[in-house]
């Protein structure tokens, strides 16, 4: 069974940090673009960060770049989400995705269908 599992979510204070780990089960990750997407209540979902198959290319959606940092090992089937200086408006539930598509910048395009999608976490930041 073809599977992602996220984890890691939770509250967490403005200013403080999580991390965010997806674990792929049933494929190997390795050959697949991967994104963290989320979605805060009353809005669509957004690509947040993604990462090539190979982990040499990355895209940041602008309201996180500096504060985020997605990264990946294949070895471990796992791509992680380090999230820092959090803000109240990061609070979504967060997805992991997985794709065979060759750019990142398609990756995170919300538009672009994804054949794998995690249950999300939900990420709360409030003090």
């Known amino acids: 069974q073809l599977r992602l599992v996220e984890s890691g979510g939770g509250l967490m204070q403005p200013g403080g940090s999580l991390r965010l780990s997806c674990t792929a089960s049933?494929?190997?990750?390795?050959?697949?673009?991967m994104g963290w997407f989320r979605q805060a209540p009353g809005k669509e979902r957004e690509g947040v960060a993604c990462?090539?198959?190979?982990?040499?290319?990355?895209y940041y959606t602008d309201s996180i770049k500096g504060r985020f940092t997605i990264s990946r090992d294949n070895d471990m089937n796992t791509v992680d989400l380090q999230m820092n200086s959090l803000k109240p408006e990061d609070t979504a539930v967060y997805y992991c995705a997985a794709d065979p598509l060759p750019t990142v910048q398609a990756m995170c395009d919300i538009s672009s269908p994804k054949p794998f999608w995690g249950q999300g976490t939900q990420v709360t930041v409030s003090s």
């Open positions: 990462i090539n198959a190979g982990g040499e290319s990355t």
């Open positions: 049933g494929f190997t990750l390795g050959y697949y673009a």
